[in-house]
């Protein structure tokens, strides 16, 4: 399995953007798909995950009530809808594959190479 993430870009403070992550190779079925973002000089965080199955999603506090995770079955394809983005949500947004459950980076073995999202103020 591959991700390839695209879509992201500048948007100003209070704007929205949607990232995409397209799987290619294995369907993902019991697998989790979970967005994780890194801005300069700080940690990998954890943003939202969904399950591929159920599409149960589990969401940052940082993030809850304006983001939501979705998937395109037919498309293999994960999406991350961002509205009324602040200038802390500025970092680059990685997708990746994991097993069950979690919020740990640790726990996802496949990554995608990343995309920007830059809010300006």
């Known amino acids: 399995v591959q991700l390839q993430a695209s879509g992201g870009g500048l948007v100003q403070t209070g704007g929205s953007l949607r990232v995409s992550c397209a799987a290619s190779?294995?369907?993902?079925?019991?697998?989790?798909l979970g967005w994780f973002r890194q801005a300069p000089g700080k940690k990998r965080d954890f943003v939202a995950l969904?399950?591929?199955?159920?599409?149960?999603?589990i969401y940052a506090d940082s993030v809850k009530g304006r983001f939501t995770i979705s998937r395109d079955k037919a498309e293999n394809t994960v999406y991350l809808q961002m509205n009324s983005l602040k200038a802390e949500d500025t970092a680059v947004y990685y997708c990746?594959?994991?097993?069950?459950?979690?919020?740990?980076?640790?726990?996802?073995?496949?990554w995608g190479q990343g995309t920007q999202v830059t809010v300006s103020s």
């Open positions: 990746a594959k994991g097993r069950y459950r979690s919020t740990e980076s640790a726990d996802y073995d496949i």
């Open positions: 969904i399950s591929w199955g159920a599409g149960t999603t």
């Open positions: 190779g294995r369907t993902f079925s019991s697998s989790v």
